[in-house]
């Protein structure tokens, strides 16, 4: 199954981002991908409110994803907000949500672990997932995280032992010294771990656009990567807006399972 990752830069506007996501997936579709990954937080960018623009998976703007994928017969993996319960003091908040939809597939997966780190409290305004998700299409079972779930091996091995031979982690990474360089090296130690590709795509780098972040919100670093089950990283950008391809094959799976077993060494402590 050929996919791709579409590393973009998302801003304020929810109906430009839309705008965005289409032009990449129709990209991705005459590249001939079967699925395409798009970034965290693709229906608005962090650094902005959410509460504002959060709907339910039947809303207007995941309706709009799900006619497109249907459209160009092509499974979209992309991240949004879906309103949350409130908190134990009663304050507003989201769940942060990844979509996958199209031909034979309807899935999402909100956010396990949140981003409370470097500076930033995501679960001020974020309310927490619990279960891990698959989902199956073009043959191959995928697994969904995002962001800073990548730190976190336990979902990945999970996600494998619901058959996912495909991990994917939608991301948008927030920058600093060593930030870019750590999102490269989990990216590659996730597959290792769990002998599954890993489509790491995250929010592209603001400032390779003359844009000047301020504050401590994650808005992106780029270097989206494909990574084999041995580690090896395959196709990457760097922190410039792009769109890079690879077609999946499960025998590399197969290959690397029977060469290093670690799901099947492992012990259970």
Excluded at 72 to 81: K, P, R, S, Y
Aim: charged share 20%; net charge negative; proline share 5%.
């Amino acid at each position: 199954m050929r996919v791709a990752l579409a590393q973009v830069i998302t801003g304020r506007d929810v109906a430009g981002n839309l705008r965005l996501l289409e032009e990449y997936a129709r990209l991705a579709k005459e590249g001939g991908a079967g699925l395409v990954v798009f970034p965290e937080a693709m229906m608005r960018a962090f650094g902005n409110s959410l509460l504002d623009i959060a709907e339910p998976l039947d809303g207007p703007w995941a309706s709009r994803v799900r006619d497109l994928a249907q459209e160009l017969q092509l499974v979209i993996v992309a991240g949004m907000f879906t309103p949350g319960a409130p908190s134990s003091s009663g304050s507003r908040r989201v769940r942060n949500t990844l979509l996958a939809t199209g031909p034979g597939v309807e899935a999402s997966y909100d956010k396990i672990h949140l981003f409370d780190a470097f500076g930033f409290a995501e679960s001020d305004t974020v309310e927490a997932g619990t279960e891990p998700v698959t989902f199956d299409a073009g043959g191959l079972t995928f697994g969904l995280a995002t962001c800073y779930d990548i730190r976190f091996p336990a979902l990945f091995t999970a996600n494998a032992d619901h058959g996912a031979v495909v991990n994917i982690v939608s991301a948008s990474w927030g920058s600093g010294p060593g930030k870019a360089e750590q999102w490269q090296l989990l990216a590659r130690a996730r597959a290792v771990d769990t002998t599954t590709f890993v489509l790491a795509c995250g929010q592209g780098d603001p400032a390779t656009q003359g844009v000047e972040v301020k504050g401590s919100a994650p808005t992106g670093v780029g270097y989206s990567a494909v990574v084999s089950p041995f580690g090896q990283v395959l196709e990457s950008l760097e922190g410039e807006p792009g769109l890079i391809f690879h077609d999946l094959d499960s025998a590399a799976v197969e290959e690397a399972r029977a060469k290093l077993p670690v799901l099947a060494n492992r012990h259970h402590f």
